[in-house]
């Protein structure tokens, strides 16, 4: 049964292939989208039908609603998905084209992310999924932005927490950005690769970086980037920084090559150095850098997307905030219009959130 609150908002409970099927021909008939080009009303439509295969496929039932409101003044229409089931593991695996974990093609949330401004993917406390995707309508810049959750690494020595965002340039559809996070057996390994240039020729580039990384079983910042190199020759060439964080002896050790940045506030603030450099063409000796790390500590990596006037002492950021938002602070504090743009926030929790 379809629910319509008010004229700007409307939800679809979904339990069968028959509610889906309804609510994709009642979505270009809702009456708050009804000035909008049948293009567009199309691809809302479209987008409903992705989400919801996928929650009755992965999670057996669920929720869909529309809404259609103004933030800032803008006016955008908000696809909300919401279920109970187990879950995304990977969340940027399963943004990537071709992926799929029940054997079929898994086009829907890159389509999605294709067809919508921002997408946003989360893990509620009370379990399951909720993916969030926005499309601003009329004269604002439609780019789609990559959101990761929160994740949470605990199981010996100091809790991480992190979260990343990755947002191509205006009006791109794919970023050359990568964010490769691995959780490793102590801790977790965090890479930012910037390819040189945008659009889907950096991003062709990005994906095998992507495929060389999932393919070894190496973690530490050094030889990775000579890999990395190894694999860019011949290419436009990138900048990559690499950072493993050793929860068990409270280390940080970061290595970078090219305009990548790295930052660390708590106890201390310290910033890494990238050596002048680009993989594929100049690879200089990485320089290890090692930094200890503690209960309250704030890690962002960072592409040169992030303008240089990014400054965690001048208040435009929440620094207490929950990893997914402050990586989506960075972006909109501080992200260029004109380049890809791309950060990791990680952070060590306090004592007393442990």
Known sequence: ????????????????????????????RLPFIANLSDVDRAMLSTVVSELGSNILKYAGQGEITLMLHHPKGRSCIDIIARDKGPGISDVYQALQDHYSTSGTL????P?????MSELTISTPPEGGTLVQARKWLGSVPSVPRLITPTQQWGQAGLTLVW?????????????????????TSDGVLLVLIDVSGHGSSANKLALILQEALQNTPEQEPAPLLQLLHQHCIGTRGAAAGIALVNSERGE???????????????????????????LGERFPTPLLQRQPIKPGDLLMLYSD????????????????????????QVIDHSGRSTDDASCIVLRVQPEKER
């Open 305 to 328: 997307g992030i303008s240089e006037s990014l400054n965690l002492r001048d208040g435009a950021l929440d620094l207490g905030a929950d990893p997914v938002i402050l990586a989506r």
């Open 163 to 183: 979260a990343s965002e990755n947002r191509p340039c205006y009006p791109e559809k794919v970023s050359g950005d990568l964010v490769f996070i691995r959780p």
């Open 106 to 109: 898994g086009l829907g949330l």
């Open 252 to 278: 940080l050790s970061y290595a970078g090559i090219g305009n990548t940045r790295i930052c660390l506030r708590g106890h201390d603030l310290w910033r890494g150095i990238s050596r002048d450099g680009v």
């Open 1 to 28: 049964m379809i629910q319509e609150h008010a004229t700007r908002e409307a939800s679809y409970p979904l339990r069968h292939d028959i509610d889906l099927h309804l609510a994709v021909m009642s979505v270009r």
């Open 111 to 115: 389509g999605v992310r294709r067809m």
